[in-house]
Structures are given as structure tokens and as C-alpha cells.
């Protein structure tokens, strides 16, 4: 009876070592940037405030005042390709005789954040957030969530919503609000988009430079970014 049930027993074995090497693979996948082909430019990543230090950060992903509820970023720092980088400067030295500067909430962003915030968001808000099988422009470093802040005061002005507010308020061309808000918000967009960005759709604090496709996903932690 072994002899007969040794070969029943081999495929039963074989099959569940296959199941378990397919959902390693799998869990692999799910864990590790997605894998681009073609040829990207070098990275060429750069702190902002070290570019411009009248940038302002406000960076809530290394807070508890986001909306996972708790720190993704071990340090509050960002950073943008250089190209972008010397974009926002521009745009920064245009603000400052209106009497505005930038107030940053995030730059280049690690894919496994990315991940995280897919993970942590309902279904129906997941046009507010990257799917980390595409990768976002932040993980390529050419993207950037901000806003103005008050030369006079240091205060952040007042916009249509709050940074990560995930409903129509946020939408760039948000009809509701005060005009004192739209007013800002059309502002920062102007500024921005005569620069090289252009904003996201949903969201009036995004902006994406142009060539972010030329840069590759990364997935460095600032502590590693030189």
C-alpha cells in the first residue's frame, strides 16, 4: 500500500510547495517597485531648503497630523530632481514681491510609502492616492504637494481645503470656498504651472514637473539620499 500511495503523496507534496512558491513570488511582487524598462536619467535628487532656505516645511507624513494617523517619514525633510528643484526656486523668487513664500508638505516620496498609503485607503478615495503598481511622479522625485504661507505673518494662507482633505474641495477647480481662497489657490497654480508644473486633477497642493517620466521610480530613504 506505501509503494501506491508514495506517488499520490509526491504530487500532493509537489503541488504544495508550488502554491507556497507562487504566493512568495507573489508577496515579492507586492513588495518591490513595479519594473521599468528603457533607459531613465540619473537621479539627481536635491534638498529643497538647502537650494532656497526661505522654502518653509510643513511635512505631516513625519507627524502624527496626516491622514494615516502616524509618522511615515523617520525625518521631515524633501527633496525634488534638480531640474524641478530649480523650477520651485523660480517660482518662490516670483512670489516673494506679492508677499507669499512655499510652504512644503512633501516632495520626492519612497514607493514603500506609496504603498503604504494605498494600503490605508478606502476604496472609494483611491483617486486621491498613487496605486503602487504604477509608481507615482513623487517616487520619480518630480512631484510636489505645497502651498503659500504669509511673508508678514510665517502663517500657511487659506486655501478652498486643508492638505489631504479627500473630497471635491480639494479639486483645483473647485467653484466653492471663499474668494479670498480660490483667489490663493488660483495663485499658486498660475505661479506653478508658468514654471513647468501642472497640477493634478483632484488635488490643488499637487503639481507634477514636466519630463517626470525620464526619472525612474526609487525607493531610497532620505537618510540615504546624498
Request: hydrophobic share 35%.
Amino acid at each position: 500500500m506505501e509503494y501506491l500511495f508514495a506517488p499520490i503523496q509526491r504530487l500532493y507534496y509537489l503541488k504544495k510547495t508550488i502554491a507556497v512558491l507562487c504566493l512568495l513570488a507573489l508577496f515579492s511582487c507586492a513588495t518591490k517597485p513595479p519594473f521599468e524598462k528603457g533607459t531613465f536619467k540619473k537621479s539627481d535628487l536635491v534638498e529643497l531648503v538647502k537650494l532656497d532656505p526661505s522654502i518653509h516645511l510643513d511635512i505631516r507624513y513625519a507627524t502624527n497630523n496626516n491622514f494615516i494617523g502616524r509618522p511615515v517619514y523617520t525625518e521631515a525633510r524633501a527633496f525634488l530632481q534638480r531640474p524641478a528643484a530649480e523650477a520651485l526656486v523660480k517660482v518662490n523668487t516670483e512670489l516673494e514681491p506679492l508677499g507669499y513664500g512655499l510652504l512644503i508638505f512633501d516632495g520626492y516620496r519612497p514607493w514603500s510609502v506609496t504603498k503604504v498609503f494605498w494600503d490605508n485607503t478606502p476604496e472609494d478615495k483611491k483617486n486621491f492616492v498613487a496605486d503602487p503598481k504604477k509608481g507615482s511622479r513623487h517616487n520619480r522625485g518630480c512631484a510636489i504637494d505645497l502651498t503659500l504661507y504669509d511673508l508678514t505673518t510665517g502663517k500657511q494662507v487659506a486655501m478652498t481645503s486643508d492638505y489631504d482633505e479627500m473630497n471635491e474641495n480639494a479639486y483645483p477647480d473647485f467653484t466653492g470656498g471663499t474668494k479670498e481662497q480660490r483667489n490663493n489657490r488660483d495663485l499658486l497654480r498660475q505661479k506653478m504651472e508658468a514654471n513647468g508644473f501642472k497640477v493634478y486633477k483632484y488635488e490643488w497642493w499637487h503639481f507634477d514637473f514636466q519630463g517626470w517620466e525620464s526619472y525612474r521610480i526609487e525607493n531610497i530613504p532620505f537618510s540615504e539620499v546624498h
